[in-house]
């Protein structure tokens, strides 16, 4: 079967570094996705990896191991503003996202 | 502002009815899909369309019909509601057909009593 697998909740104290991480199985690759989601509101895009490596944007970064089935979302300088739900996807064989569901990170002072 | 329109914004319903939620984009994307997402469970995929005029079904479509009669509406229909789909409802849509980012409506929450 496919799975997405991600830690439920992670804390992290404002002004420092937090590491997502996300594994996954499922039946063929086409990329992998993170999205943002703030309570009671929709996902955003944050960023898409399909090559290894590490994909940085601004305060975020991205890095993907296809031949480990790992991805992790890092972010630095944490903001109280970050505080949200980041959700893991993966584009299967049929270009269908697979869903994690989701790490609730919750920032403190 | 571009972007997608979900409505209603949310909706209180009596098992056994009819419901149909709309949703609109323009930004005129080719693909379109329904999630529902509840409490502890990731997004799961309804139904999608990749081109107007065709629909596909997702990982969780009993219960649930779409049409895709143009490009920028895709409308979500419960034929008779049961309890089981109290859930959030997103519509999403993506370019660059299913390879592109998918943006998000801002979801109804549904309740079925």
């Known amino acids: 079967g496919q799975n997405i697998d991600q830690p439920t909740e992670m804390t992290a104290t404002e002004g420092a570094i937090v590491q997502i991480n996300c594994t996954y199985q499922?039946?063929?690759?086409?990329?992998l996705f993170w999205y943002q989601q703030h309570a009671g509101e929709a996902p955003t895009f944050l960023s898409y990896?399909?090559l290894d490596g590490l994909e940085e944007k601004g305060r975020f970064s991205s890095f993907l191991s296809r031949s480990k089935g790992y991805s992790y979302l890092l972010l630095k300088e944490l903001q109280m503003k970050d505080s949200a739900s980041y959700l893991c996807?993966?584009?299967?064989?049929?270009?269908?996202?697979?869903w994690g569901a989701g790490t609730k990170l919750i920032i403190k002072p | 502002i571009a972007g997608i329109t979900q409505a209603p914004t949310s909706q209180i319903l009596a098992a056994g009815r009819r419901m149909t939620l709309r949703c609109t984009q323009d930004m005129r994307h080719n693909a379109m899909y329904w999630y529902r997402q509840d409490l502890g469970l990731g997004l799961r995929l309804i139904h999608y369309s990749n081109t107007a005029g065709t629909t596909g079904k997702g990982e969780v479509p009993d219960g649930y019909s779409v049409s895709r009669a143009n490009t920028d509406d895709f409308p979500l229909t419960l034929a008779s509601a049961v309890p089981s789909q109290t859930s959030v409802y997103f519509c999403?849509?993506?370019?660059?057909?299913?390879?592109?980012?998918?943006?998000f409506g801002d979801g109804t929450r549904l309740s079925i009593l």
């Open positions: 996807a993966v584009a299967d064989s049929n270009y269908q996202l697979i």
């Open positions: 990896n399909v």
């Open positions: 999403a849509s993506s370019d660059s057909g299913e390879r592109g980012p998918q943006h």
């Open positions: 499922t039946s063929g690759f086409n990329g």
